[in-house]
T-cell receptor, first 113, second 112 residues
Framework: ETGVTQSPTHLIKTRGQQVTLRCSSQSGHNTVSWYQQALGQGPQFIFQYYREEENGRGNFPPRFSGLQFPNYSSELNVNALELDDSALYLC????????????FGPGTRLLVL | QKEVEQNSGPLSVPEGAIASLNCTYSDRGSQSFFWYRQYSGKSPELIMFIYSNGDKEDGRFTAQLNKASQYVSLLIRDSQPSDSATYLCAVRIAGSARQLTFGSGTQLTVLP
């Protein structure tokens, strides 16, 4: 167990809907990164938050957005869901500037119909 | 060319053998290298990381890094059926905001 939690564990949505995924980081970690993992692929970086500010973004459209709260928990929001958004969404926490090793939560499996 | 490449496998080894997993990366400025294990239906679990050229050992696992050849490998000694999983190589590319770039993973099966 990494101490990183995510909710919900599974989610089914229909195309065009919006979804919010949540992540609580490990105690003492101030950095949260979000990844999308399609079946049979490695995780792809969506964005990272460090002390409540976006600290880097991967090649994902603006309909993927997020935020980080003062307690360092984080949300990933996806608007206008598409079928290709079906994937495992992973949250990883780290200590930010001092320690870059990232520890993953259990993930949220999203299915878009 | 993909930034991080791994043979997708599947790689099969008999129980007790050494499993060798390989990863190449394209950015010479890459600084940090990580190996994660992912069981089917689960999230990635960190096995070990390596920053400097050479070998780093942790129990049955050894990571090897050769920056000149842009190559990182993971050796698993005395492989066990419980080691059967997908192994993901991840690289932090220089200049990136601590994001990790992953390969597609190598599926390892250890046969009893």
């Amino acid at each position: 167990e990494t101490g990183v939690t995510q909710s919900p564990t599974h989610l089914i949505k229909t195309r065009g809907q919006q979804v919010t995924l949540r992540c609580s980081s490990q105690s003492g970690h101030n950095t949260v990164s979000w990844y999308q993992q399609a079946l049979g692929q490695g995780p792809q970086f969506i964005f990272q938050y460090y002390r409540e500010e976006e600290n880097g973004r991967g090649n994902f459209p603006p309909r993927f957005s997020g935020l980080q709260f003062p307690n360092y928990s984080s949300e990933l929001n996806v608007n206008a869901l598409e079928l290709d958004d079906s994937a495992l969404y992973l949250c990883a926490s780290s200590q930010g500037q001092k320690e870059e090793t990232q520890y993953f939560g259990p993930g949220t499996r999203l299915l878009v119909l | 060319q993909k930034e991080v490449e791994q043979n997708s496998g599947p790689l099969s080894v008999p129980e007790g053998a050494i499993a060798s997993l390989n990863c190449t990366y394209s950015d010479r400025g890459s600084q940090s290298f990580f190996w994660y294990r992912q069981y089917s239906g689960k999230s990635p679990e960190l096995i070990m990381f390596i920053y400097s050229n050479g070998d780093k050992e942790d129990g049955r696992f050894t990571a090897q890094l050769n920056k000149a050849s842009q190559y990182v490998s993971l050796l698993i000694r005395d492989s066990q059926p419980s080691d059967s999983a997908t192994y993901l190589c991840a690289v932090r590319i220089a200049g990136s905001a601590r994001q990790l770039t992953f390969g597609s993973g190598t599926q390892l099966t250890v046969l009893p």
